[in-house]
């Protein structure tokens, strides 16, 4: 019992702290903390990553630190996931000697974290925390829904999902999520945006769920007491800003 209060203790602490940070990036909203904060973030991550997916390369962090680095320049961050793959797919075909392996971060979690740049750069502060409290709420409602009346699986990869947790989740981040849209927006735009946004976390949230089960590992890493890694609290992220940001561009 009392491991069980120290953790929920510990778990709390550093969610309270990490509520601080964000509100006071967001006070802030200045490009370069914003730019400076994903990026650092972006680094944890990419380490986490190399253990779920067995790599072992320094290269990775060379290549990541110089794309963030060129990023904060570039009109269009999310352009240079391309770029950086004709990069490796060049360097690939040239030497006939590059860990094949090393492609994945670029995907997961680095195209992401860009695309949460560019979203911050096409919209704003507004749009990331919009986004925040989206995959948050679906989350949420997910979690307690789930405890509440769940009773059908949702899938074979998290077995602690309940379908009825999921539709709970979505519906609580859809609606309650679209008052925090972007004010220009009309209400069916800002559902429609949550809407999608809401679905994509919860399978962003599926993907790490499923990379962690195939290293064999509880959690992505250790940098969050109580919580995990970086990727344990940003998985649902790193999909929903993707479609976030595409949903945007279409409709606004």
């Not at 060379?62 to 794309?67: A, C, G, R």
């Not at 789930?146 to 077995?159: A, D, E, H, L, R």
Request: glycine share 8%; proline share 2%; charged share 15%.
């Amino acid at each position: 019992m009392s491991n069980l209060i120290s953790s929920s203790s510990t778990r709390i602490k550093t969610a309270i702290a990490l509520v601080l940070v964000l509100l006071i990036i967001g006070y802030i909203d200045s490009y370069f903390v914003t730019w400076l904060f994903l990026g650092s973030l972006l680094i944890i991550a990419i380490k986490e990553s190399t253990k779920l997916f067995h790599i072992q390369s320094t290269q990775l962090f060379v290549y990541s630190t110089i794309l963030w680095a060129v990023a904060y320049f570039y009109q269009d961050p999310e352009d240079l996931v391309f770029i950086l793959g004709m990069i490796y797919a060049a360097i690939l075909a040239y030497t006939q000697n590059l860990n094949k392996k090393i492609f994945l971060p670029l995907l997961y979690p680095t195209a992401s974290f860009l695309f949460l740049l560019a979203l911050y750069k096409d919209f704003g502060m507004q749009s990331l925390l919009w986004l925040l409290v989206v995959v948050a709420l679906t989350d949420t409602a997910a979690y307690f829904v789930g405890k509440g009346i769940g009773k059908t699986k949702f899938c074979k990869t998290s077995p602690n999902k309940t379908l009825e947790g999921v539709i709970g989740g979505i519906l609580f981040g859809s609606l309650i999520g679209s008052i925090f849209a972007l004010n220009d927006l009309t209400f069916i735009q800002s559902l429609l945006i949550s809407f999608i946004s809401s679905v994509a976390s919860v399978f962003g949230d599926l993907f790490e769920s499923y990379l962690k089960r195939e290293a064999k590992v509880k959690d992505s890493g250790s940098f969050l007491p109580g919580h995990g890694g970086i990727l344990d609290r940003t998985d649902g992220y790193l999909f929903a800003s993707i479609i976030m940001l595409i949903g945007l561009r279409v409709i606004a």
